[in-house]
């Protein structure tokens, strides 16, 4: 089992920048290759895909609408993985989640949630205008 731990979230003005950070444990994480990714919530829409990033961070993807903004990266010796907001808009308002998924791939990214296996439980960010 893998627990996976969000921080960083808050409230700030647009333009701002916030870190979030993702804390994973668990017996399997340093033993095999997970694949990470954030994915984000707003009220009253889907949940959404952010970011992800492949078991040894050399490979990243991003959704259009953060592309240039954000950037994901991990730090494996401390099973942590990163995600940095610059110039946040009040649309990125949401909650923030990372997810695990365990891969036999080094090079694996995924976009699609349910390829996912362990959430975190959220951390808010909320950007006034």
């Known amino acids: 089992q893998v627990q996976l731990v969000e921080s960083g979230g808050g409230l700030l003005q647009a333009g701002g920048s916030l870190r979030l950070s993702c804390a994973a444990s668990?017996?399997?994480?340093?033993?095999?290759?997970?694949?990470m990714g954030w994915f984000r919530q707003a009220p009253g829409r889907e949940r959404e895909f952010v970011a992800t990033?492949?078991?040894?961070?050399?490979?990243?993807s991003y959704a259009s609408s953060v592309k240039g903004r954000f950037t994901i990266s991990r730090d494996n010796a401390k099973n942590t993985v990163y995600l940095q907001m610059n110039n946040l808009k009040p649309e990125d308002t949401a909650v923030y989640y990372c997810?695990?998924?365990?891969?036999?791939?080094?090079?694996?990214?995924?976009?699609?949630?349910?390829?996912?296996?362990?959430w975190g439980q959220g951390t808010q960010v909320t950007v006034s205008s």
């Open positions: 990033i492949n078991w040894n961070g050399g490979i990243t």
């Open positions: 997810a695990a998924d365990r891969t036999a791939v080094v090079g694996a990214i995924r976009v699609a949630g349910d390829e996912y296996d362990y």
């Open positions: 668990g017996r399997t994480f340093s033993n095999s290759f997970y694949t």
